[in-house]
């Protein structure tokens, strides 16, 4: 036992050499994964004033803003509050850049502020700006592969992001074939990055659990990522609301009803500013169990109120909704009712694969 304990222990130093991060770093994920922003933020503008090498702690602090923000509802400010990072920081890092142009930790760290506004376009499905400006950060790989001896598994999350999101997009279009990467749709990186990486392994696990929710629709590797993550952070909300919904559609009844609860607990105990986004969600979750269920009324219901609020932190759940409110009034037997709303899915912008299957039920109905 003493000798697994001291292998645990030597791995956990050569991470921490390796990144240059030691145990105040953790206390920094601990606060910020478990939805204490205000908390992480704090924490971090107090290491920048102590730390010799404060770049993580510029990078980790320009984020922390990008999410509190998405997660208390501020949509308005987001991008101002992200670009306000880029313009503080970005000097610091171009100059040092410019004498130690090989220094790759702080590489990573820069291309991490230049991202912060990519989460935003992300969450809003903001096309255009994700292929204009994602190409341009996600350019600083080439100094950083240049400089690094080894594989460097933290990138791996931006380009397996971006390549799947193309390939999501191709998808669409039906240019699966010519828009997705060749030897993956960047499901490889993304698995490269929770499994290898230090900084990004737990949002390389979080774009997992939504393309095994919504687009590959495995359950068990979604359910089983979730509980590797709450094990460590059993306060986030979003990946909370992503095991009860895992669960389920997994018929999982009191497993789901127990993470809803978790969720309404820490809402209700003040975590966050403005929970409006998250009350929201938990009505799509709520509607969700009740369309399962084929609680019909209650199902639309539901939906019925996300769609008025239309404030969940990402813009692809109103059409989501719409096809979930179509799949509620075509089991009702409601045809053309159902139909209106799959149309309405269909003519969404939204890039997401409730969009294809609304176009193919579309087909079967006409």
């Known amino acids: 036992m003493k000798y697994y304990r001291y292998i645990a222990l030597l791995c956990l130093m050569l991470s921490t050499a390796l990144w240059g991060l030691d145990e105040d770093f953790h206390t920094a994920f601990d606060l910020f994964y478990n939805y204490r922003f205000d908390e992480a933020e704090a924490y971090c503008r107090e290491k920048i004033d102590q730390k010799e090498n404060p770049f993580p702690y510029y ?25 306000k990072s880029i313009r503080t920081y970005r000097t610091l890092y171009e100059d040092h850049l410019s004498q130690h142009p090989e220094d790759v930790q702080v590489q990573f760290y820069y291309t991490v502020l230049l991202a912060g506004k990519m989460r935003v376009y992300l969450n809003k499905m903001e096309y255009l700006m994700i292929i204009r400006e994602a190409p341009k950060i996600l350019s600083n790989k080439i100094y950083i ?13 931006g380009t397996g992001a971006f390549d799947y999101y193309l390939s999501v997009v191709g998808r669409n279009f039906g240019l699966g074939g010519l828009m997705a990467n060749s030897s ?13 990486a230090v900084f990004t392994r737990w949002e390389a696990a979080i774009v997992l659990m939504y393309v095994y929710l919504y687009d590959k629709t495995d359950y068990d590797r979604c359910r089983t990522l979730c509980r590797e993550f709450l094990d460590e952070y059993p306060d986030n909300f979003e990946v909370l609301a992503i095991a009860a919904e895992c669960a389920y559609y997994q018929g999982k009844w009191a497993e789901g009803d127990a993470y809803v609860r978790r969720i309404t607990k820490l809402l209700d105990g003040g975590l966050l500013r403005n929970d409006t986004g998250w009350r929201a969600r938990l009505y799509f979750l709520k509607g969700v169990r009740a369309m399962l269920k084929d609680e019909h009324i209650a199902a639309l ?3 019925n109120r996300v769609y008025e609020m239309n404030c969940i932190e990402y813009s692809w759940y109103q059409s989501i909704v719409l096809k979930y409110t179509g799949d509620v009034y075509l ?22 694969p409730h969009v294809r299957e609304a176009k193919d039920i579309l087909k079967t109905l006409k």
């Open 331 to 352: 089991k009702m037997g409601l045809v053309r009712t159902a139909k209106l709303y799959y149309e309405e899915t269909v003519n969404s912008i939204e890039i997401i």
């Open 301 to 303: 219901d539901n939906f």
């Open 145 to 157: 592969d240049y400089y690094s001896n080894n594989t460097f598994h933290e990138m791996d999350f």
């Open 184 to 196: 993956s749709d960047g499901i490889r990186d993304l698995w490269s990055a929770y499994e290898h």
């Open 59 to 83: 990078a980790f602090l320009s984020y922390i803003k990008v999410r509190s923000g998405l997660a208390n509802a501020e949509y308005d400010i987001m991008i101002g509050e992200a670009d």
